[in-house]
């Protein structure tokens, strides 16, 4: 796959997990759709990693970090909302 046509690819698997965002956000407040919100946003984190930084040819202990770092701010996120809630 030439790197236009993946980037593509990736703007366009971006567009749909924003969507499903606001979709999921739409449907009401409940502690399992936060939970799916929160794992669209850490898969938003990594393809934005894996696609857009290219870091897919990075080595591991990078990639882990930057996949990583959006967990631990997922994490944060929904320990907040459990304790504000």
């Given at each position: ?19 499903c965002?606001?979709v ?17 946003a ?10 857009f930084?290219?870091?897919?040819h990075?080595?591991?202990l990078?990639?882990?970090?930057m996949v990583?770092?959006?967990l631990?701010?997922a ?11």
């Open positions: 796959m030439s790197a236009s046509r993946f980037l593509l690819v990736c703007w366009a698997a971006l567009a749909t997990l924003s969507v965002t606001v999921l956000a739409q449907m009401g407040v409940t502690w399992l759709l936060s939970v799916a919100i929160l794992l669209v850490v898969g938003k984190a990594w393809l934005i990693a894996d696609g930084m290219e870091m897919r990075a080595p591991r990078w990639r882990r970090l990583s770092w959006a631990v701010l994490v944060v996120v929904g320990l907040t909302l459990v304790s504000v809630g």
